[in-house]
């Protein structure tokens, strides 16, 4: 008998220094959740005045205007997946294209041109080996901008495409005006655009399929029935099966 009402006292003991360091802690923390590393967590809580702003910890937040102090990074600059898919090679090239400043890619560390002209070299060896003809003979032309090859692989390596024409139209190439690169609008075949500078010679049509050639000046696909006056982001009905 006086075992068993041992083992009661010891337990009710254990139980009570529990509860007892349950209120130490309570009485520690106040009963305030810590705000320590919810200014990131995209909701408003703790003190905050907004979401993720104001209060004792967060940064204060912002007025209704849109502010622009500070430096700015652009973290992802490439305007033309288009180019990165046709001259880098491999996948890290694409990787520190998109990454890497505009402004720094000429350099000794970042230079892309030599390997975009090296990649556009190389397209018109294996295309000379297709029709049988001698890759020494079978070379980039300059195109209908009168750009030759380092001339034409320095501009896409070198500068993003979606430069800014604050007066004049916006256009990836208009060939009435000979306007190239102020810009693009949705209905610019941007692919298209690409593939005549890069095959078509300084006429446009050198490797269009005909006289035995390969069709490599434009891939086949037309705008359809898309809408381009619709406000954007352009967005097309869903195809459904029948």
Aim: proline residues 5%; negative net charge.
């Amino acid at each position: 008998m006086t075992t068993y009402k041992l083992k009661i006292v010891s337990i009710l003991i254990f139980a009570s220094l529990l509860f007892v360091q349950c209120g130490i802690d309570e009485d520690f923390n106040d009963n305030v959740i810590e705000q320590d590393g919810t200014c990131e967590d995209g909701i408003q809580n703790g003190d905050e005045e907004g979401i993720d702003c104001g209060g004792n910890v967060c940064p204060p937040c912002e007025e209704d205007d849109v502010n622009f102090d500070g430096v700015f990074v652009q973290e992802d600059v490439v305007g033309r997946p288009t180019i990165n898919t046709f001259f880098s090679g491999t996948n890290t090239l694409k990787n520190e294209y998109n990454i890497i400043a505009t402004s720094n890619r000429n350099n000794e560390s970042n230079n892309f041109q030599p390997v975009f002209e090296a990649v556009l070299e190389n397209y018109y060896d294996v295309y000379a080996l297709a029709l049988d003809i001698e890759p020494e003979t079978f070379n980039y032309e300059a195109n209908i901008l009168e750009w030759n090859l380092e001339t034409y692989t320095s501009i896409v390596a070198y500068y993003d495409a979606l430069q800014v024409a604050p007066e004049g139209p916006t256009t990836y190439y208009d060939s009435s005006s000979g306007l190239v690169f102020t810009g693009r609008s949705l209905s610019d075949d941007v692919v298209d655009v690409s593939l005549m500078l890069m095959f078509g010679g300084a006429d446009g049509t050198r490797l269009d399929g005909n006289n035995g050639t390969p069709q490599l000046t434009t891939d086949g696909v037309d705008a359809g029935n898309r809408d381009f006056t619709l406000p954007f982001p352009y967005l097309e009905v869903p195809l459904l099966e029948e």
